[in-house]
């Protein structure tokens, strides 16, 4: 086995320091437009991944020139495409008026959310 600088190696403190690749939580839909959802981390996600309860929709949001694109995949309609409030070190967003279901903040539906950084 080859003879590694210790400098290559973090140290166990570093290890036990550092913040999760991964932040996962729940949310109950409310058909409102550019909801916040806090994901209380204080770093911006690279991309969050949204699953409806019931797994009709699934949905991919990601930073893109100053907004947040959604992309959603329904099994019973085409991929769907909004454009929603940037996301933050604190919240990300959800919800636009052209299809609350597809842009995953519809009444009466429970989402699951990874945000990935």
Same mark, same amino acid.
């Given at each position: 086995?080859?003879?590694?600088?210790?400098?290559?190696?973090?140290? !166990?403190? &570093?290890?036990?320091? %550092?913040?999760? +690749?991964?932040?996962?939580?729940?949310?109950?839909?409310?058909?409102? #437009? *550019?909801?916040?959802?806090?994901?209380?981390?204080?770093?911006?996600?690279?991309?969050?991944?949204?699953?409806?309860?019931?797994?009709?929709?699934?949905?991919?949001?990601?930073?893109?020139?100053?907004?947040? !694109?959604? &992309?959603?995949?329904? %099994?019973?309609? +085409?991929?769907?495409?909004?454009?929603?409030?940037?996301?933050?070190? #604190? *919240?990300?967003?959800?919800?636009?008026?052209?299809?609350?279901?597809?842009?995953?903040?519809?009444?009466?539906?429970?989402?699951?959310?990874?945000?990935?950084?």
């Amino acid at each position: 086995m080859a003879d590694y600088p210790s400098a290559w190696l973090p140290s !166990l403190s &570093t290890w036990m320091q %550092a913040k999760p +690749a991964t932040l996962e939580g729940n949310y109950a839909g409310n058909n409102s #437009a *550019n909801r916040a959802i806090n994901h209380a981390d204080g770093r911006v996600p690279r991309l969050v991944v949204i699953i409806a309860g019931d797994a009709s929709v699934t949905a991919f949001l990601k930073n893109y020139n100053g907004s947040a !694109l959604m &992309t959603s995949l329904a %099994a019973a309609a +085409a991929v769907a495409g909004y454009i929603l409030t940037k996301m933050t070190g #604190a *919240n990300f967003y959800v919800g636009n008026a052209a299809s609350y279901a597809l842009s995953m903040n519809a009444t009466g539906t429970n989402y699951y959310w990874m945000a990935i950084y």
